[in-house]
């Protein structure tokens, strides 16, 4: 069964940093490419960044202005999202997502917090 | 980036109704669009993949048709457990873009 475990969010003062963490298991992460979709309180689903299988080929949405860094551990089945100089525009749950052929797979997501 | 339309972007209906919701796409996506259903505070969940192709484990009630730019899901018969938000998404070319979605109210 395919499984994605968000972690890593909380509460976080603006202009800080916070990394997100994403564990795969149930099927070879090594062939995936994998993305991060974020969703603000009552607002729509929001791409953000995709990472390559290889790493070799990375996207980030034009509204996260250079300020993530997406990156992956094949070895370890994990999948990285680096969030610095955070805004209150960046709250939001962040969910870990599987690209595939049949659509994606979700994980559970992971709630950050953007509050002085 | 290829854009996507949905519309309505919310709706009230009744248990029982038929419901159509559709999405458009900016440029030809050939049959590469899913439809996710979201309840509050949960992840998006799969219900169609490639247009029309039902999601194992989905109620047969839901169904999926369109290709190229124009695409719709259909709700045949609305259930209690329906009501939620809808959303489409493209999967022909990266980044895969999500319609804004569709919030499907009781009556």
């Known amino acids: 069964e395919v499984q994605l475990v968000e972690s890593g969010g909380g509460l976080v003062k603006p202009g800080g940093s916070l990394r997100l963490s994403c564990t795969a298991s149930?099927?070879?992460?090594?062939?995936?490419?994998m993305n991060w979709v974020r969703q603000a309180p009552g607002k729509g689903l929001e791409w953000i960044s995709s990472i390559s299988s290889s790493s070799t080929s990375i996207y980030y949405a034009d509204s996260l202005k250079g300020r993530f860094t997406i990156s992956r551990d094949n070895a370890n089945h994990s999948l990285y999202l680096q969030m610095n100089s955070l805004r209150a525009e960046d709250t939001a749950v962040y969910y870990c997502t599987r690209a595939g052929p049949r659509g994606d797979y979700w994980g559970q997501g992971t709630l950050v917090t953007v509050s002085s | 980036d290829i854009q996507m339309t949905q519309s309505p972007s919310s709706l009230s209906a009744s248990v029982g109704d038929r419901v159509t919701i559709t999405c458009r796409a900016s440029q030809s996506i050939s049959s590469y669009l899913n439809w996710y259903q979201q309840k509050p505070g949960k992840a998006p969940n799969l219900l169609i993949y490639?247009?029309?192709s039902l999601q194992s484990g989905v109620p047969s009630r839901f169904s999926g048709s369109g290709s190229g730019t124009d695409f719709t899901l259909t709700i045949s018969s609305l259930q209690p457990e329906d009501f939620a938000t809808y959303y489409c998404?493209?999967?022909?070319?990266?980044?895969?873009?999500f319609g804004q979605g569709t919030k499907v109210e009781i009556k």
């Open positions: 490639t247009a029309s």
């Open positions: 998404q493209q999967s022909f070319s990266s980044p895969r873009t």
């Open positions: 149930g099927f070879t992460f090594s062939n995936y490419i």
